[in-house]
């Protein structure tokens, strides 16, 4: 066996051997006259698609509206605005994907907000959520 044909099992070995798993997939070419290229691509595409959920920004415009939005990028993470009223009902915003910042509010009706912000979720389930006192 040729050093160069040897040279693409060894570098995807190594890299089995360091971490478990092969981070990436490795592919070698042949340029045909300087000798060898690597051409580096991700380990799946799929957890690129899952999305990151980042900080999020609750927001109050007034004493009967609570919300705001979730940096990240969706869509499996999703936010969506709260807000609590004094009549003892909850009103929820339209759920959006993490990174919209088109918003996300709850409004009371005919009454005040008690407590407000945001729930976010991760594949429709809650995760947790970003709650203040107005």
Do not use: E
């Not at 099992?9 to 478990?20: D, E, F, N, Q, S």
């Not at 709850?106 to 809650?126: E, P």
């Amino acid at each position: 066996m040729a050093r160069t044909a040897r040279a693409p099992i060894l570098t995807l070995l190594a890299l089995v051997l360091m971490v478990g798993a092969p981070a990436v997939a490795v592919a070698k070419t042949d340029a045909g006259v300087a000798g060898d290229t690597n051409a580096v691509a991700p380990a799946s595409a799929q957890v690129a698609l899952s999305g990151w959920l980042g900080r999020c920004y609750p927001q109050f415009p007034n004493s009967w509206t609570a919300g705001g939005w979730c940096d990240g990028n969706g869509p499996d993470w999703t936010y969506r605005g709260v807000v609590h009223c004094t009549n003892g009902a909850s009103y929820f915003g339209v759920m959006r994907w993490a990174g919209d910042r088109r918003k996300s509010f709850g409004l009371c009706q005919y009454s005040s907000g008690v407590w407000g912000g945001l729930y976010y979720f991760y594949k429709g389930y809650y995760r947790g959520s970003v709650i203040y006192a107005m």
